[in-house]
């Protein structure tokens, strides 16, 4: 409170200069609609891709990714004796020894099962829930980044990242497998042979189906992450999905609906290493990611074009 | 339908006539003047658990005015701008921004506002200055090759240069509140929202986030500044509105709002028993005696029988150290019109 001499009397008046001592539009701020611009609405996606790789966990996930085909070529080198002809470890194992290029294939192999998917999980589950956990989504949303095109911009992120974990695990792969073991033409299932060029343009091309293979989980995850508030719950939902649906995989009792489950044909990969190459396997499974990324994509878009941000 | 005592409040208020903002000038379509920067019309916001946040609410905002949206926690603030920014959708009622409706308009008309909402949020791996650049990206209007120099100059405005490569996490909360604003500041903006801007700073930060606001204000932006603090609402606002569990309970000039709480006459006295007496000959009512001090609701409003009180007492043989009006406060009109302490919790 303040001591004043008089008593207060506001005068209509003096009312009226009050209103009109407000500063007029004319000030120096523009006023109107402001255009977008190509490399205005790009900016955010570049963005986007640059933020994941930039977070700590990304490279860890990517770190051990990376680590696991060193830890298989390690194992396969020391076991060498035992390996041979062993019909009952992961595939492509069994050449590994043979051509170094093998634990490429068999590193994909093991990694797409389980270690893939997590990581994958972990990434698309907390793309836009772990934004409204840190309270970055509204801050993004009155930016403003507009709903679709962040969900874009956070899908293709995921993308990206299958690809780089893909690629994480093939490089190490390849690097073990030169480093441990002989390189060369190399013997495709099928019994034709290649040279080391035609097996390199193969690996990149199964890396990426495998890649692509992850699409259908993303479009999951990015739908869980829609649902919650909490980045935690997201991941741990996409990486229990995943485990959930290998699991039913597993059933011969559930034959009838596992040509229709995500992770049914990830294995298919390996019939590109016959000649010709084998594709039948290999659309079914594109398709099958691309309806998940249709059916799911859409859940996510209406889900999140249509909620209440209040995190 | 019931009325409660608080529209009843606001009826008798517009009756009078002593209310020129919100409804009334909202109501005649005004031939000259720039239009309103926000507009709702029975705006109301029902939770999924049945909480009734915001109740019906017709708010004005004149363009150019800084515009103190005042109520305690609780009241529906945060929830109104929510709204007003397209975050959530409202059960009824519309919002208009720059004159486009929300949430459907939110594409074009919020590169032309900046916000503050319910506290800063940044990325705690990123340094300061990435955090703007994150921000800045996501608005498709920004030109990324004036990025560096817009985010250059937002830091500099709220003093951050010298800590903009420090990662966020290791921020100070006044830093990050500072960051926060920074990034409502990457573009001049018609519109700044601020939801309660100055929380969690001290005094000199709230002062230098103050002399920001008005020098933004001075620049042609309408400034939209929720608080629950009554003093910074009449420090830096020329209009306000006040909410209480989620109703508007008035809105107007700052100046109109104090003068609806009716001054106090003061007499501070060592003889406060003896001044009691007197005043209250003299048709003074609500007399308050306090130690060496009493204050009491003069009879008539203005400054016309004062003298007269003043000589009543020096002849009564009172001993009269100082005689005034207090000048009604926000609070006092607060209470005036609610009839409840401001710190009631909605
Ligand atoms: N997401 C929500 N879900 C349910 N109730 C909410 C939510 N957000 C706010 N509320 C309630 O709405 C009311 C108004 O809250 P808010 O707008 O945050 O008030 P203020 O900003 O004025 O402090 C409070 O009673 C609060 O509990
Ligand atoms: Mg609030």
């Known amino acids: 409170m303040s001591q004043v001499e008089v008593a207060p009397t506001v005068s209509p008046a003096s009312m009226a200069s009050m209103a009109s001592m407000a500063p007029t539009v004319s000030g120096r701020v523009p006023a109107g609609v402001r255009p977008q611009t190509a490399a205005g609405f790009l900016a955010l996606f570049r963005s986007e891709i640059t933020l994941t790789f930039r977070r700590t966990r990304t490279i860890a996930l990517l770190g051990l990714l990376a680590a696991l085909p060193v830890l298989l070529g390690v194992v396969v080198k020391i076991e060498t004796g035992d390996m041979h002809g062993g019909a009952n470890g992961p595939a492509f194992i069994a050449q590994v020894t043979q051509n170094g290029l093998f634990l490429v294939f068999a590193a994909l192999a093991v990694a797409l099962p389980v270690f893939l998917p997590m990581t994958v999980g972990v990434v698309a589950g907390d793309s836009i829930a772990g934004e409204a956990a840190t309270g970055t989504l509204r801050y993004l949303l009155v930016a403003p980044a507009g709903r679709t095109r962040l969900l874009a911009a956070k899908f293709l992120a995921a993308m990206v990242f299958c690809w780089a974990a893909t690629l994480a695990v093939a490089l190490s792969a390849l690097a073990t497998g030169a480093a441990l073991f002989p390189m060369g033409s190399m013997t495709l299932l099928s019994g034709d042979t290649v040279g080391l060029g035609g097996a390199l343009l193969r690996a990149v091309l199964i890396a990426g189906v495998v890649a692509l293979s992850l699409a259908g989980l993303v479009a999951i995850g990015l739908f869980v992450s829609t649902l919650t508030g909490s980045g935690i719950a997201a991941m741990a939902t996409t990486v229990g999905l995943v485990i959930l649906v290998q699991i039913l995989d597993s059933f011969p009792q559930l034959h009838a609906i596992q040509p229709w489950l995500f992770t049914h044909q990830w294995l298919t990969f390996g019939d590109l290493l016959r000649a010709p190459m084998y594709w039948t396997g290999i659309l079914q499974n594109l398709g099958l990611q691309a309806l998940y990324l249709a059916v799911f994509g859409s859940a996510a878009w209406a889900r999140f074009t249509s909620r209440d941000v209040t995190a | ?346």
Request: hydrophobic letters at 40%.
């Open chain 2, 1 to 346: 339908m019931t009325q409660s005592p608080l529209v009843e409040s606001i009826e008798s208020a517009e009756t009078e006539g002593t209310l020129t903002g919100g409804r009334a000038a909202a109501a005649d379509p005004a031939p000259v003047g720039p239009p309103s920067v926000i507009r709702t019309q029975g705006l109301t916001k029902r939770f999924a658990g049945g909480q009734l946040a915001v109740d019906g609410l017709d708010l004005t905002v004149p363009r150019g005015s800084v515009f103190g949206f005042l109520g305690p926690n609780g009241s529906g603030k945060t929830t109104t701008i929510r709204m007003l920014m397209g975050l959530i959708a409202p059960t009824s009622g519309v919002a208009t921004v720059l004159g486009a409706s929300m949430p459907q308009s939110v594409g074009s008309v919020l590169p032309r506002v900046g916000a503050l909402i319910e506290g800063p949020a940044l990325y705690g791996f990123l340094s300061g200055r990435d955090n703007l650049v994150r921000y800045d990206s996501a608005d498709p209007t920004a030109d990324p090759r004036t990025r560096a120099r817009r985010v250059g100059e937002a830091l500099d405005r709220v003093g951050l240069t010298a800590a903009a490569g420090k990662k966020a996490r290791a921020y100070s909360l006044g830093m990050k509140q500072r960051l926060g604003l920074a990034a409502a500041l990457l573009q001049p903006r018609e519109l700044l929202v601020l939801d309660e801007p100055t929380n969690g700073l001290d005094p000199q930060g709230m002062r230098e986030i103050r002399a920001l606001i008005r020098e933004l204000a001075g620049e042609g932006t309408t400034v939209f500044l929720s608080s629950h603090l009554l003093d910074e609402i009449e420090q830096v606002c020329t209009h306000a509105a006040v909410m209480s569990k989620g109703r508007l309970v008035v809105q107007g000039t700052v100046p109109e709002l104090a003068a609806r709480a009716q001054g106090r006459l003061v007499v501070r006295t060592p003889d406060a028993a003896r001044a009691a007496e007197v005043l209250a000959a003299a048709g003074v009512s609500d007399i308050r005696v306090a130690e060496g001090r009493v204050d009491g609701e003069p009879a008539t409003a203005g400054d016309e029988p004062l003298p007269g009180l003043c000589a009543a007492l020096v002849e009564a043989g009172v001993r009269v150290r100082a005689f005034g009006v207090e000048r009604g406060t926000l609070e006092d009109a607060f209470v005036a019109l609610t009839g409840e302490g401001f710190d009631v919790a909605g």
